[in-house]
C-alpha cells in the first residue's frame, strides 16, 4: 500500500522549522525524493512510513490521512492486527496465525497429492 503524505510532511517539518535538506538528512532520503514526497508527486509504501515515523519520534498515526488508521488490537493475543482504510481492512497476522494457516495449507496440499477430501474446518 502507498501514501501520499506531503501535506503531513511539509506540516512537520514546517513545526520544527527545518529545511527540506534537513529533513531528508534525518530520514536517510535524498533530498530529491524528500521534495517530490512534500509536492505529493510521489508515494510511499506503508512500511517505509514506518520508518520516517521512528527517525522523527512521532506515532505513525500522525503521518497517516485521516481515513487510515492501524490497529493492534490483537497483538497481546498473537494474531496481529491490521490496518483500515475508508471501509476497508488488511489484516496483519501474528505469528501463531501465520503457523496454523501454514499448516492448514500443508494438510490442503497432502490432501490434494491423496486426491483427498474435503477438509475439516
Do not use: W
Amino acid at each position: 500500500m502507498k501514501l501520499r503524505v506531503g501535506t503531513k510532511m511539509l506540516s512537520i517539518r514546517e513545526d520544527r522549522r527545518l529545511s527540506q535538506a534537513d529533513l531528508a538528512d534525518i530520514l536517510g532520503i535524498p533530498l530529491s525524493t524528500y521534495s517530490r514526497i512534500e509536492r505529493n508527486e510521489s508515494s510511499i509504501e506503508l512500511e517505509k512510513l514506518v520508518g520516517f515515523a521512528d527517525k522523527l519520534n512521532i506515532p505513525i498515526q500522525e503521518l497517516l490521512p485521516e481515513t487510515l488508521s492501524i490497529t493492534n488490537n490483537h497483538h497481546s493475543s498473537g494474531q496481529g492486527g491490521g490496518v483500515i482504510f475508508g471501509n476497508l481492512y488488511f489484516n496483519f497476522y501474528g505469528s501463531d496465525e501465520i503457523a496454523r494457516l501454514k499448516e492448514k495449507i500443508a494438510d490442503l496440499e497432502s490432501r490434494l497429492e491423496k486426491g483427498g477430501s474435503e477438509p475439516n474446518s
